[in-house]
Every structure is written in C-alpha cells, then in structure tokens.
C-alpha cells in the first residue's frame, strides 16, 4: 500500500521566493498534519486538518505560511516569502479518525533550504 | 499541561549490547504512549505505543516499553541491538479524552548510534 507521498523531497530557494510542498495522504485517512523539524526546536505541529478541514492552525508560525487542502487526497503549504530561518525539514502526516490513540503515518519529508 | 522528557539526548552503544532509552511525562490522568523511530533521511514511523492492557508492551524490530504509572514513565528497551537500529527514536504522549491525536505532545528526541 502507498504510504504518505510528499513532492519535493529535496528544494533549495532563496530569499523571498515561493515554496509549496504538496502532499497526498494515506487514501482513507481523515486526518492530515503538517509538522516542521528541526534541530533547536524538534518536531511541531503546523496545522491540522480534518475532513479537509483546517481544525487547528495555531502552530503557523506567521502569515507567510499558509495550508490548504481542496481534497481529501491533497494538500499544499506554502511558505511566501521564504526566509532562511525557514529551512527545516517538513513532514505531512496522516490518521484514521478514532481518537488519540490512533497512529500517525509520515511520509518521507521535504528537506527545504532557504539561502 | 502535559509534557515528555527524554532524559538523554544521545546514546552509544555497540552492536549486540543492549539498551534503554528514557522517557517521562508529566501528567495528571491517564495517558496514551508511543514510541517512533526515525531512520537517517526517513519520515518517522511507529515502534509501539500503550493504549490500555498489559504494561509490557512489544513492537516492531525486537523493541518492547514497560508503562510505569507510578514513575510516570514509559523506557524503550531493546536486549541486543544492530548496527540498522541507528536512528533517532521519540516519545510521545497523548490524552485518552481527545478526540484527535493533533494534541499529541513529542519528546524531544534520542539519537541511538550503535557501533560495531
């Protein structure tokens, strides 16, 4: 079975300019994440969507970011203007609905550096 | 709030020793545990986690955690490790009475490097 699949695995742009990363999540899952990585701050919630609704957006770190998700088997976040603090890794994440206690499946991330 | 501590940031080990990584959490009711792994270059997937049940739990690749209520703890151990279980390993914590694991909260991760 397909797992999470997040496109691009790899970018680097520079200052100011816009990145999107793309994510389909595990087909039957209704909950989707974005989280952020990196090494001064671990992982953290970015926002959470359920039913492609956006739930839960308090960890966007500013208004250059923005999520969204138009179907239940898509979703972008954009970073405009990108900036160097932003280079991290970010991974998109799906869950069956149920509860807490449910697993989460992440798929392989998006290694972005900002220069 | 609730929180998660893993109490060592990295571990060295050699190949065929065993080991335990350390996690405590701080919370006032009961609780959900998990344990992921994350290999170099690779998303995080799940090692086991507690639910309810038997405080021993058992996962993937030989890994098992013991859930200790009254330590508030929940190590993972393994009792001989490969040079393909490098990687860094988190705990997490969520509450049984959310609706959603959006709450789960994440340990700050423990770095496993085994050497031959």
């Known amino acids: 079975d397909a797992g999470v699949i997040q496109s691009p695995r790899h970018e680097v742009t520079e200052m100011g300019q816009e990145v999107t990363l793309r994510c389909k999540p595990i087909s039957g899952h209704n909950s989707l994440f974005w989280y952020r990585q990196t090494m001064m701050r671990g992982l953290e919630l970015l926002i959470y969507f359920n039913n492609n609704v956006p739930i839960d957006d308090s960890g966007m770190p500013e208004d250059r970011f923005s999520a969204k998700m138009p179907n239940a088997s898509f979703s972008t976040l954009k970073i405009q203007p990108s900036e160097p603090r932003d280079s991290a890794v970010y991974f998109c994440?799906?869950?069956?609905?149920?509860?807490?206690?449910?697993?989460?499946?992440f798929g392989e991330g998006s290694w972005l550096t900002v220069v | 709030a609730q929180s998660v501590t893993q109490l060592d940031s990295q571990v060295p080990v050699f190949e065929e020793a065993p080991v335990e990584l350390r996690c405590n959490y701080s919370s006032s009711v009961s609780v959900y545990l998990f344990w992921y792994v994350q290999y170099p270059n690779q998303g995080l997937q799940l090692l086991l986690k507690y639910l309810s049940g038997s405080t021993l739990v058992k996962g993937i690749n030989g890994f098992e955690a013991e859930f200790n209520k009254s330590q508030t703890s929940f190590h993972l151990r393994k009792p001989s490790v490969h040079i393909s279980d490098t990687a860094e390993y988190f705990c997490?914590?969520?509450?049984?009475?959310?609706?959603?694991?959006?709450?789960?909260?994440w340990g700050l991760g423990t770095s496993l490097a085994v050497n031959p």
């Open positions: 994440a799906s869950s069956p609905d149920g509860g807490s206690g449910n697993t989460i499946y």
């Open positions: 997490a914590v969520s509450d049984p009475a959310a609706g959603n694991n959006r709450k789960l909260i």
